[in-house]
């Protein structure tokens, strides 16, 4: 919608038939983006082997679907994909730019990512994001042209790594914010969850490879911000009903929308602990999140670990 908002052409797949007939004939899409009223230039169709000859495409699956989806109709894609989804696939462990090279190995890969909660930008409410391109600047001067708009700026950014682990961190920190909410902890517990919760997210980055730099900006400390303060977040809002005490499974089984930070949680916790990267939040929303601790087990073995320096290393 933001790019069709100019009257520019935009093909979107659908992939339930329901939901590409209805943006056609109601410019509306009631499921997923209910308040927001569709450009006449956008065409939408649940079919996708079409999109393989596209020059660029925005590939925004759930992360755990985005290897099936780019591995069927768009194995031979060789475009620009430009990679929207935050998360870290289940199984694998693999972030989405190593999980498309495998499946779609010709496709140019670039990951964009940063504070950018679809109801806004739909509305186009001012938004920046970082926009990391493999294929370093001319890839960059390709895709910003096309992407940027008066009220959404793309910032340049080399390090995909970085790009990608900001956004699937961040999802699972806003599930541990929620809960700090709906307990009513108060302010300066979530201020705390929030920079203890960078500390985890810039350990992890920097023993993946990511630069420090990459994880203080739009698509790390930006998104996380965003992400840990408003119940626009389905992650912020999925850690407020856990704090009433409604297990993870009953919450996840009711939702058609995704809450990321669910299933990256668990791997994320796996590949830092095979790292021997420390993410004692992570952790904690991993075990509320399995059912092992309550609520109240969870925010009391938080405050108990040991006192320490703020700078701690892995
Ligand atoms: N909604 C937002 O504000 C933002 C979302 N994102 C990211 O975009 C990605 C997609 O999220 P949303 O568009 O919000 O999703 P959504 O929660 O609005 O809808 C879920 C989507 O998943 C699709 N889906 C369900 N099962 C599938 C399958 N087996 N294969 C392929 N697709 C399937 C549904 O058709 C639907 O389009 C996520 O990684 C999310 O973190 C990134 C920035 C902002
Ligand atoms: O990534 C997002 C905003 O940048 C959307 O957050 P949620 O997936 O938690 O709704």
Redesign the pocket.
Known sequence: QMLAADGAPVSLW???EE?ANAINTTRRNAV??PDAELSPSIVATSELAAFAGYDTLLI????Q?LG??MGGALADFAGDAVL????IEAGSGRLMAEVAHDVAPKAQLAVL?GP????E?AEGLPTAVTLACKRGDAQWQRLSAQIARPSFRPYYSDDIVGAEIG?AVK?VLAIACGVVDGLALGQNARAATIARGYAEMLRFGLARGAQAETLSGLCGLGDLVLTCSSTSS?NFSLGRALAKGTPASELMASR???A?GAFTAPVLKALADDMGVAMPITDAVCGLLAGKVSVTDMVRDILARPLRTEMETP
Do not use: D, I
Not at 84 to 87: D, F, P, T, Y
Not at 116 to 119: I, L, N, V
């Open positions: 659908a992939r339930e939901v997923y983006l925004v699956t759930p992360a679907h099936s989806v929207c989804a935050k998360g990512s950018t909660f679809a109801h930008v956004g999802n389905r058609r929308t995704v990321e």
